[in-house]
T-cell receptor, first 114, second 114 residues
Framework: NAGVTQTPKFRILKIGQSMTLQCTQD?????MYWYRQDPGMGLKLIYY???????DKGEVPNGYNVSRSTTEDFPLRLELAAPSQTSVYFC?????????????FGQGTRLTVV | AQSVSQHNHHVILSEAASLELGCNYS??????LFWYVQYPGQHLQLLLK??????LVKGIKGFEAEFIKSKFSFNLRKPSVQWSDTAEYFC????????????FGTGTRLTIIP
């Protein structure tokens, strides 16, 4: 059982470039999330989705876009990379928070913008 | 909106010492509470969770946490730490009913000295 899979694991971008961080889960979870983790700041929610076709902004959505065309996939798009987007990105999924379950996390993508 | 505070940013202990990491949340309604652990270079893994019932919950690797509703706290404890417990620990809260977001604290880095 693969769980939550993120690709790539590492990436270096130049300022102004764009890229898509991929996230796939095979647990048939409705909820999916994108977080960024910065030293001393914990995890900040970027976007989340409660099901295919439905997405919503989290705490720090500026500079990012998402889509959820299928239950399994929840890609995160950076259109114009900026140094402030240097971070570690984690994708997570869950059945439904609040019904005796928890979020499962991917291995993370370490992104550096230079 | 809910928030989570972890006041210990970096804790250094010797092996066999007892551990208590503080976690306080702010939200007036019913919450689900979680502790996640992140070992160096790895993704977040669930340590334990509280949904209802006995406020003292036991997790993996000898960890436990106590939910004290009157203090809005969910402190993590372990009677005797090991070198392998060196990691970053995150407290998280999810407000029950109508909120799909999992909010994280800023994390506590735990270093165990052999």
């Amino acid at each position: 059982n693969a769980g939550v899979t993120q690709t790539p694991k590492f990436r270096i971008l130049k300022i102004g470039q764009s890229m898509t961080l991929q996230c796939t889960q095979d647990m048939n979870h409705n909820y999916m999330y994108w977080y960024r983790q910065d030293p001393g700041m914990g995890l900040k929610l970027i976007y989340y989705s409660v099901g295919a076709g439905i997405t919503d902004k989290g705490e720090v959505p500026n500079g990012y876009n998402v889509s959820r065309s299928t239950t399994e996939d929840f890609p995160l798009r950076l259109e114009l990379a900026a140094p402030s987007q240097t971070s570690v990105y984690f994708c997570a999924s869950s059945i439904l928070l609040g019904v005796d379950t928890e979020a499962f996390f991917g291995q993370g993508t370490r992104l550096t913008v230079v | 909106a809910q928030s989570v505070s972890q006041h210990n940013h970096h804790v250094i202990l010797s092996e066999a010492a007892s551990l208590e990491l503080g976690c306080n949340y702010s939200y007036g309604g019913t919450v689900n509470l979680f502790w996640y652990v992140q070992y160096p270079g790895q993704h977040l893994q669930l340590l334990l969770k509280y949904f209802s019932g006995d406020p003292l919950v036991k997790g993996i690797k000898g960890f436990e946490a106590e939910f004290i509703k009157s203090k809005f706290s969910f402190n993590l404890r372990k009677p005797s730490v090991q070198w392998s417990d060196t990691a970053e620990y995150f407290c998280a809260v999810n407000a029950l009913f109508g909120n799909e977001k999992l909010t994280f604290g800023t994390g506590t880095r735990l270093t165990i000295i052999p």
